[in-house]
């Protein structure tokens, strides 16, 4: 059984940093891609970016780009999201995935939230 289980949420001011974790287990990980995504209140799913297990290829949405960092620890089956220069439209619940391709995923965490205060 495939799990995620994302931490390191909470409140920042505007500016600031987190960093988001995904721990995963229950598949060889190192034939998925892993990705990030975000829904803020009354809003849809945005995918945030993506990194496949062995790191060699990224992809982020335009509204991260050069702001958010994703990362792999593959000995011990995490993802992270490095996020700096933080904004209040960034504030959402931000949830981890796993699927066959960058573009495409099957399993997901059960989100955690990221509050940026002005």
């Known amino acids: 059984q495939v799990q995620l289980v994302e931490s390191g949420g909470g409140l920042v001011q505007a500016g600031g940093s987190l960093r988001l974790s995904c721990a995963a287990s229950?598949?060889?990980?190192?034939?998925?891609?892993m990705g990030w995504f975000r829904q803020a209140p009354g809003k849809g799913r945005e995918f945030v970016g993506g990194i496949t297990w062995s790191g060699d290829n990224t992809y982020y949405a335009d509204s991260v780009k050069g702001r958010f960092t994703i990362s792999s620890d593959n000995a011990k089956n995490t993802v992270y999201l490095q996020m700096n220069s933080l904004k209040p439209e960034d504030t959402a619940v931000y949830y981890c995935?796993?699927?066959?391709?960058?573009?495409?995923?099957?399993?997901w965490g059960q989100g955690i939230q990221v509050t940026v205060s002005s």
């Open positions: 995935a796993s699927g066959p391709q960058l573009v495409r995923y099957d399993y």
């Open positions: 229950g598949r060889t990980f190192s034939s998925y891609a």
